[in-house]
Structure formats: C-alpha cells, structure tokens
C-alpha cells in the first residue's frame, strides 16, 4: 500500500503561487490515479484536480481551471500542484489522494482508499 506525504503549503498573499507536492513510499505512484483535495473550516472535503496514471488525463473543478495545473513525475514518484492567483477563498488544508481506478468518479472522496496527511494553504486579501 502506498503512503503520502504533501508538503509545499504555506502563507501568502491573494495573487501570490504556491507549488504543492506529494511524495508516495511504499509503491510506485505510477499504479495510482491521483488526485488533490481541499478541506477549509467548516466545510466538507473537495476536489481540486485528478491526474490519471500516467498523466494522460487531467481534470479541474472549476474555481481550479486556469489557475491552478495538476502534474505528476512516475519517475520519482511525486505529484504536483501548481497554484497561481491564489485567492482567500482557497485557504484550506491540501490533501493528496490515491486510486487504483476512477471507476466511482474522480472527484469523489470514496473513490480513493490513501491519502496523504495535508498541507496548510492560507491566502490573505
């Protein structure tokens, strides 16, 4: 079983970039399809951003597309997210995820069994 660890996160202006990473152990994350998901406070777990294995397939929620690229790198086993344009509204805690299939959707939390322990992103105006 793979494990994750996201790291990256941290304090910065509205307007400001921040590049997320996520380093798997265990397995080669090339086995995975991948995704990044945002928890603030208050709220539920969302989807940021998927990448299939291979990195074929990418896939945004909205309030991600244009600022945000989802990528990945098999050969050393990381992921990525690049964030640019950051607003307020994106503070929250980053989580990266894992999935053997998309079967049940990319975007839904019950499609993944591993994720990562999160990253804090704070956004200030």
């Known amino acids: 079983q793979v494990q994750l660890v996201e790291s990256g996160g941290g304090s910065v202006q509205a307007g400001g970039s921040l590049r997320l990473s996520c380093a798997g152990s265990?397995?080669?994350?090339?086995?995975?399809?991948m995704a990044w998901f945002r928890q603030a406070p208050g709220k539920e777990r969302e989807a940021v951003a998927g990448?299939?294995?291979?990195?074929?397939?990418?896939f945004y929620v909205d309030s991600a597309k244009g600022r945000f690229t989802i990528s990945r790198d098999n050969a050393k086993n990381t992921m990525s997210l690049q964030m640019n344009s950051l607003k307020p509204e994106d503070t929250a805690v980053y989580l990266c995820?894992?999935?053997?299939?998309?079967?049940?959707?990319?975007?839904?939390?019950?499609?993944?069994?591993?994720w990562g322990q999160g990253t804090q992103v704070t956004v200030s105006s």
């Open positions: 265990g397995d080669a994350l090339s086995n995975y399809n």
């Open positions: 990448i299939a294995w291979n990195g074929g397939n990418t």
């Open positions: 995820a894992a999935a053997s299939t998309w079967s049940t959707g990319w975007r839904f939390q019950r499609t993944y069994n591993t």
